[in-house]
């Protein structure tokens, strides 16, 4: 029938396959297939049932992503749904894989939807900021309840076969998806099953219509991190509608919610950062033919907060680890920090009650670095000081088995200073983790002068097995991240120099969309931290030195910028610190003034975007798109906002440079003067964008 669809049929079962490989995506052409295919079954007096299935390893995995931001081409996704639900004939989605978005409205609209026990099922349009548009925020509601429906669709939570089953999305778990397809559809034609049309089946909805706080709390548990989204409640909201809407103006109404997401801002950068993720996935310069060396086992060495945090990711993707110290009681430390991390996500439902002590048994303490020795990928986590680190490789050169993968796990410092002192550079790079490794998802993969492309190539395979974002990046300090913060952190301590406030700076960040401001977030990790990196590197910070001198570290000692109760990380303003501030500008001869909450915020991001664009002229990043891609994954940066160098388009790049030369002037300050290809493309009119799209860096 199609070239994407296929029609056979056994005796009176008619079986419509999507074949559009590799996940069955919904094009035009899969659209079309589906409708035709139907139609001609329907049409056909000797077809009894139809099953609908796909061929490949998975069922329609949602929407066809090339197609976003394009016209819409014939036939709608609706108008298919429709043709499914209004058959006279039994129509059974047989599903296995993932059924997501419209692969999931699909099945919804099917009579009878069966799966094999490992297919999963997800309406998650609201990560792009958007919601089903094809009735699936009322389908939905009617086939598991407007409770469960909530969570998978205002939190874009799946769920699984089991599950779905338990709550009636599914009627029956199969062996094979066709076979078991038609097994089933010949069931219901022999027991004479009445079809099931969701639209005009509203018994799961009548408690919530009854009591409507069923509803209301199940949006306020999956809202309560939706701070700046639109599309959460937007699409609690549409499931709304499915408890006091008819059918058919609900239908509208969700497809008019749908276009207003579609086309206003958050949601168009929030498809940029899907695809930018994608991007960032593809390594530059790497011969095409290039394979990956095996890694079967692990080592990390140093069980401390980054150690044990990297070790817990690969024990949570079922990877064993080695765990090694330099003595037991460090050991014994860092393996029972991870035990009471994972016993707590098991007690907040996180993980199963039995996956802590699974997970702890992949998990091997030893103490010696020779344990090294048979381990496939080492990941150092010790000290970030380049005399520490150096001692490590100079070890693992020693003890590590010929072809292993030597990575440093370090936030600064130079890869081929590290690899250097071993005799195989071509097997060390950087794995820059983020704190917590655990939970954050970013991965910078630092790419050294003489790392091999196999051993590359094996970094950021291993990073996207524990669930990673792997960003490949080049050696300076800082990488890309860091060296970006470094140039936020030098106008926030400039800021409060100049007559700003700890509290000031950090309320404008937040209101921004960003988790916690540069001063709450210094408190977190620890001015002593910093404090040390200066010393070692020659640099002093007068206010942020004068409280470390003072033991005020931030959280960990009560004070810092600011101060916290017993107990409590909430930060409160210190009266001593806002004393400190006022008494050092004074010491240093320094007239503070009263700044503008708009000069702060322009302070805070474009001297972050003229280091990204220095970046990119190094090549210390391939695209514009990666360097956002570490700051969605690494740093909190709003996902509505797309990225720092995506939010730099969006407000224009000669408003960008104009006000950077602007600063520069007034602070006489150098570093906030334009970059070169900043003012290239301001002064054409052109964008970062245009660089991803084949413009040339320099």
Request: hydrophobic share 45%.
């Amino acid at each position: 029938m199609s070239e994407v669809v296929d029609l056979e049929r056994h005796d009176e079962i008619a079986i419509v396959t999507v074949d559009s490989l590799p996940v069955n995506a919904l094009s035009a052409a899969v659209r079309r297939g589906i409708l035709q295919c139907v139609q001609t079954a329907v049409a056909d007096p000797a077809v009894k049932a139809i099953v609908l299935t796909c061929a490949g390893r998975t069922f329609i995995a949602g929407a066809d992503i090339t197609e976003f931001g394009k016209p819409a081409q014939p036939p709608a996704l609706a108008e298919v749904i429709a043709e499914l639900e209004n058959s006279p004939k039994p129509i059974v989605a047989a599903i296995h894989g993932t059924a997501l978005g419209g692969g999931l409205e699909v099945a919804l609209g099917c009579h009878f939807r069966v799966a094999v026990k490992n297919a999963r099922f997800g309406l998650p349009e609201v990560k792009l900021g958007l919601l089903p548009g094809a009735g699936g925020t009322q389908r939905l509601p009617r086939a598991v309840g407007p409770e469960l429906a909530v969570r998978m669709i205002v939190g874009g939570e799946p769920i699984d076969a089991a599950a779905a089953l338990k709550q009636g999305l599914i009627d029956a778990i199969v062996e094979g998806p066709a076979s078991g397809g038609e097994a089933f559809a010949r069931k219901v034609l022999a027991e004479r099953r009445t079809l099931r049309r969701l639209r005009d089946d509203d018994s799961k909805l009548e408690t919530a219509r009854v009591d409507r706080s069923i509803f209301t709390n199940a949006v306020a548990a999956m809202t309560k991190r939706a701070r700046g989204l639109e599309a959460p409640f937007a699409a609690a909201d549409a499931v709304g509608f499915s408890l006091d809407t008819p059918f058919d103006e609900a239908l509208r109404k969700e497809r008019e919610l749908f276009l207003n997401l579609m086309n206003g801002d958050q949601s168009k950068a929030q498809r940029y950062a899907f695809f930018a993720e994608r991007e960032a996935a593809k390594v530059t310069g790497i011969p095409e033919a290039t394979k990956q060396r095996k890694v079967e086992s692990v080592a990390i060495v140093g069980a401390g907060t980054m150690g044990g945090g990297i070790a817990m990711s690969f024990a949570s993707a079922g990877i064993p680890v080695t765990l090694i110290e330099t003595s037991d009681e460090p050991l014994q430390r860092g393996l029972g920090i991870m035990r009471k991390n994972f016993e707590a996500t098991a007690a907040r439902g996180g993980i199963a009650t039995d996956e802590p002590a699974r997970r702890m048994a992949l998990v091997s303490g030893v103490v010696g670095l020779e344990h090294v020795r048979g381990a496939d990928l080492i990941i150092e986590a010790v000290f970030e000081t380049m005399a520490v680190k150096k001692e490590v490789f100079a070890a693992l050169d020693t003890y590590a088995q010929p072809g292993a993968v030597l990575a440093s796990n370090t936030s600064y410092l130079n890869i081929n200073e590290i690899a250097a002192v071993t005799t195989r550079p071509q097997d060390v790079l950087g794995m820059h983790f983020f704190s917590p490794a655990n939970v954050m998802k970013l991965c910078e993969i630092v790419r050294g002068a003489k790392t091999a492309p196999d051993v590359l190539m094996t970094a950021v395979a291993v990073a996207r097995r524990i669930a990673k974002v792997p960003v490949v990046v080049g050696v300076c300090d800082g990488f890309v991240g860091n060296r970006m913060l470094a140039a936020r952190s030098g106008q926030a301590d400039r800021l409060l120099f100049e007559g700003a406030l700890p509290r000031q700076v950090d309320a404008v960040v937040t209101r921004f969309g960003m988790p916690m401001g540069p001063f709450t977030m210094d408190d977190l990790a620890g001015l002593d931290i910093g404090w040390r990196s200066r010393k070692d590197r020659g640099v002093k910070s007068e206010i942020a030195d004068a409280l470390c001198e003072a033991g005020c570290f931030g959280q960990k000692t009560g004070k810092g910028y600011y101060r916290y109760e017993s107990g409590s990380r909430a930060p409160l303003p210190d009266p001593e610190v806002e004393t400190l501030i006022a008494d050092t500008c004074a010491r240093l001869d320094l007239e503070r003034r009263e700044i503008g909450d708009d000069e702060i915020l322009e302070r805070m991001v474009y001297p972050m975007v003229n280091e990204g664009a220095r970046i990119l002229e190094e090549g210390i990043a391939a695209r514009p798109g990666d360097i956002d891609v570490v700051w969605l994954y690494g740093y909190g940066w709003p996902i509505y906002r797309g990225g720092p160098m995506y939010y730099a388009d969006q407000v224009g790049l000669k408003h960008i440079a104009d006000r950077l030369s602007c600063y520069a002037r007034a602070t006489n300050d150098s570093s906030l003067e334009p970059s070169p290809l900043l003012q290239r493309l301001a002064a054409e009119g052109k964008t970062f964008a245009s660089l991803a799209a084949g413009g040339k860096v320099a």
